[in-house]
């Protein structure tokens, strides 16, 4: 069991350029997330899907757009990323079963945006 | 507007003492909340989590409390060890969006130390 699984764990962007962060889990859960981490700051929400097909926004969405094709995947992108995306963004899941609201983490991707 | 806050960026113990971390939220409407703990470069892991209808729950060495008229909890670990030294996030829970959705409101973190 894996668990939550994030790649790439490091990348390096340009200004104005694009990429997709894959997060995987392999506990078959319904919900997954999308957090940024910022010096200093807590977890902050970007994005959140509650089951296959769906997504929705979080707290802090702009300039992010997300996909969940397969309940096992859920896909970040940054179409055109700016210097205040440089941040660790961490991948999370979960199951919507029982009173626990606790959600698996991935280890992250650091991202620097130049 | 921080929900959740921890107002202690920083805290060091002795390796057998106890160390408490603390947390205070704003927002009347959460109804569960958890403690994290995170290494550097790791993603963080859940630690311990309580009821708002409970005021303390115990998990070995871990317990935490709930004040709810304070809108105040905290985290006691004891004894301290020096693998617990690791930065522990406050989080709340509360129905996002106007939907049927919870989502978890993070403090900022505070860095525990814990020397031998």
């Known amino acids: 069991n894996a668990g939550v699984t994030q790649t790439p764990k490091f990348r390096v962007l340009k200004t104005g350029q694009s990429m997709t962060l894959l997060c995987a889990q392999d506990?078959?859960?319904?919900?997954m997330y999308w957090y940024r981490q910022d010096p200093g700051m807590g977890l902050r929400l970007i994005h959140y899907?509650?089951?296959?097909?769906?997504?929705a926004k979080g707290e802090v969405p702009d300039g992010y757009n997300v996909s969940r094709l397969k309940k096992q995947n859920f896909l970040l992108g940054l179409e055109s990323a700016a210097p205040s995306q440089t941040s660790v963004y961490f991948c999370a899941s979960r199951s919507p079963a029982g009173w626990s609201y606790e959600q698996y983490f991935g280890p992250g991707t650091r991202l620097t945006v130049t | 507007d921080q929900q959740v806050k921890q107002n202690s960026p920083s805290l060091s113990v002795q390796e057998g003492r106890i160390s408490i971390l603390n947390c205070d939220y704003t927002?009347?409407?959460?109804?569960?909340f958890l403690w994290y703990k995170k290494y550097p470069a790791e993603g963080p892991t859940f630690l311990i989590s309580?009821?708002?209808i409970k005021d303390k729950n115990e998990d070995g060495r871990f317990t935490v409390f709930l004040n709810k008229s304070a809108k105040h909890l905290s985290l006691h670990i004891v004894p301290s060890q020096p693998g617990d030294s690791a930065v522990y996030f406050c989080?709340?829970?509360?129905?996002w969006g106007g939907g049927s959705n919870y989502k978890l409101t993070f403090g900022k973190g505070t860095l525990l130390t814990v020397n031998p």
């Open positions: 309580i009821s708002s």
């Open positions: 506990m078959n859960h319904e919900y």
């Open positions: 989080a709340a829970s509360a129905l």
């Open positions: 899907s509650v089951g296959e097909g769906t997504t």
């Open positions: 927002n009347s409407m959460f109804d569960y």
